[in-house]
């Protein structure tokens, strides 16, 4: 995709404004992002951020229970948020015709929620959160894999170690004071980036932002952040698990670079080619030579905070045997790096990555958002294919070298011992 000309503009009370036209279709996406997550949240209140994302739905001082909702659908919109360790996003994806709508909606929800928050509005969405934690998490095999290995690979009280989706004891003991303080502290336009993508006309959407946000109180000084910080990993640090699932398994998390430098390109090369499907090297090694599993995936989740995360999980009868192979395969790549092959089918799948994420106008609001949160230019969405071109099979072995290395892991064994 070539480079969009953006129309940027930062209102007087902080909220920053990215507007890029699209008149393939006549639809508009909203998009903003809201810079809290659950690394902003402190002991014993985990899962406030993901609460959030529901209670945002429940009206605002204008808006009705349910109405806002009902307005989106009425227009036709499709709309969602989600909520990770850094960031909570909502966006709207509408006819044109009814984008003043859609920003009316999150303005007004952004200044004046607090307004439509009630006691009963809280336990109602405690309960579904409770009820999503129950059915993607605890209730599904391997689902609380990623939540056990955050709380392995970091110290106990580092910002990465809970996952947003937050803790059963935390969620019962929030109360209405926790939520009005947290929406005080985190959501409000000097902590927000709004982008909005399609068939617009960039100076009057511009006016229509001003009109809606314009007046909202810039909010107060957010708190300073904890330091994510942390290096490769030393040594294995492995756990049994013992939970009912339909087979044994072995999961491994690797500590990678944080995103926004060029070692984080070359690590998820480096995971990609290691495991990033039915073509790669723990795939063909493990399902189809040693046929010791019948699962193997590798995949990287960037963090721009603190430390990128690989996992691998592999599905199989001897988890022991898996760890072992993995060993040999991670010491194999440090030794001899990728093939040129195996560099360009790994830059050509970044690519596909980047056209996949980028091909809608609902996919480019948030790619355009999350790039002006979290690296402060929106453009820079621009340049990834390019940023995965520009790695070398020699970077990606040298970094493998320091981040993937056999020894430097922590691990989840289901069905054998740790």
Same mark, same amino acid.
């Given at each position: 995709?070539?480079?969009?000309?953006?129309?940027?503009?930062?209102?007087?009370n902080?909220?920053?404004?990215?507007?890029?036209?699209?008149?393939?279709?006549?639809?508009?996406?909203?998009?903003?992002?809201?810079?809290?997550?659950?690394?902003?949240?402190?002991?014993?209140?985990?899962?406030?951020?993901?609460?959030?994302?529901?209670?945002?739905f429940?009206?605002?001082?204008?808006?009705?229970?349910?109405?806002?909702?009902?307005?989106?659908?009425? #227009?036709?919109?499709?709309?969602? %948020?989600? !909520?990770?360790f *850094?960031r909570?996003? +909502?966006?709207? /994806?509408?006819?044109? =015709?009814?984008?003043?709508?859609?920003?009316?909606?999150?303005?007004?929800?952004?200044?004046?929620?607090?307004?439509?928050?009630?006691?009963?509005?809280?336990?109602?969405?405690?309960?579904?959160?409770?009820?999503?934690?129950?059915?993607?998490?605890?209730?599904?095999?391997?689902?609380? #894999?990623?939540?056990?290995?955050? %709380?392995? !690979?970091?110290? *106990?009280?580092?910002? +990465?170690?809970? /996952?947003?989706?937050g =803790?059963?004891?935390?969620?019962?003991?929030?109360?209405?004071?926790?939520?009005?303080?947290?929406?005080?502290?985190?959501?409000?336009?000097?902590?927000?980036?709004?982008?909005?993508?399609?068939?617009?006309?960039?100076?009057?959407t511009?006016?229509?932002?001003?009109?809606?946000?314009g007046?909202?109180?810039?909010?107060?000084?957010?708190?300073?952040?904890?330091?994510?910080e942390?290096?490769?990993?030393?040594?294995?640090?492995?756990?049994?698990?013992?939970?009912?699932?339909?087979?044994?398994?072995?999961?491994?998390?690797?500590?990678?670079?944080?995103?926004?430098?060029?070692?984080?390109?070359?690590?998820?090369?480096?995971v990609?080619?290691?495991?990033?499907?039915?073509?790669?090297?723990?795939?063909?090694?493990?399902?189809?030579?040693?046929?010791?599993?019948?699962?193997?995936?590798?995949?990287?989740?960037?963090?721009?905070?603190?430390?990128?995360?690989?996992?691998?999980?592999?599905?199989?009868p001897?988890?022991?045997?898996?760890?072992?192979?993995?060993?040999?395969?991670?010491?194999?790549?440090?030794?001899?790096?990728?093939?040129?092959?195996?560099?360009?089918?790994?830059?050509?799948?970044?690519?596909?990555?980047?056209?996949?994420?980028?091909?809608t106008?609902?996919?480019?609001?948030?790619?355009?958002?999350?790039?002006?949160?979290?690296?402060?230019?929106?453009?820079?969405?621009?340049?990834?294919?390019?940023?995965?071109?520009?790695v070398?099979?020699?970077?990606?072995?040298?970094?493998?070298?320091?981040?993937?290395?056999?020894?430097?892991?922590?691990?989840?064994?289901?069905?054998?011992?740790?």
């Open positions: 995709m070539a480079e969009q000309p953006l129309h940027e503009h930062t209102l007087g902080g909220l920053r404004v990215v507007v890029c036209e699209d008149h393939f279709v006549p639809l508009a996406a909203v998009n903003i992002w809201y810079g809290v997550g659950s690394r902003h949240e402190r002991a014993g209140r985990t899962g406030l951020a993901h609460l959030f994302e529901h209670l945002m429940q009206g605002s001082a204008n808006v009705a229970e349910g109405e806002h909702a009902a307005l989106l659908e009425s #227009a036709g919109a499709a709309f969602n %948020a989600s !909520t990770s *850094e909570t996003n +909502y966006y709207e /994806t509408v006819p044109v =015709s009814h984008l003043e709508l859609a920003l009316w909606l999150e303005a007004d929800r952004m200044g004046t929620l607090p307004a439509a928050l009630t006691q009963a509005n809280l336990d109602n969405q405690r309960d579904v959160v409770k009820n999503e934690r129950r059915q993607r998490y605890d209730n599904q095999p391997y689902g609380t #894999a990623f939540e056990l290995l955050c %709380a392995l !690979t970091f110290p *106990e009280g580092h910002p +990465y170690a809970h /996952t947003p989706i =803790s059963m004891d935390d969620l019962d003991a929030t109360t209405l004071e926790d939520c009005t303080d947290f929406f005080a502290t985190w959501y409000a336009p000097g902590n927000a980036v709004l982008s909005v993508v399609g068939d617009v006309d960039p100076e009057k511009l006016e229509a932002v001003e009109r809606y946000f007046g909202l109180p810039a909010g107060p000084e957010k708190p300073q952040s904890r330091p994510g942390l290096g490769p990993l030393t040594g294995v640090r492995g756990e049994a698990v013992d939970e009912e699932v339909p087979s044994p398994a072995y999961f491994a998390m690797f500590a990678l670079p944080t995103d926004g430098g060029d070692d984080v390109e070359a690590a998820e090369l480096a990609e080619i290691l495991g990033g499907g039915s073509g790669s090297r723990l795939y063909d090694r493990m399902v189809r030579r040693d046929e010791i599993a019948t699962e193997v995936w590798a995949g990287v989740t960037r963090l721009a905070s603190g430390p990128s995360l690989a996992i691998v999980d592999a599905i199989g001897d988890p022991d045997k898996i760890a072992a192979v993995l060993d040999e395969e991670l010491r194999r790549f440090a030794a001899e790096g990728p093939s040129g092959d195996e560099t360009a089918r790994a830059t050509a799948q970044a690519e596909r990555g980047f056209l996949e994420q980028t091909e106008v609902t996919g480019l609001a948030n790619a355009l958002s999350q790039n002006a949160t979290q690296f402060g230019d929106p453009a820079r969405v621009f340049t990834a294919p390019g940023r995965a071109a520009a070398t099979g020699d970077a990606i072995k040298e970094m493998a070298g320091r981040w993937l290395a056999p020894g430097g892991r922590t691990a989840l064994t289901y069905g054998g011992t740790s």
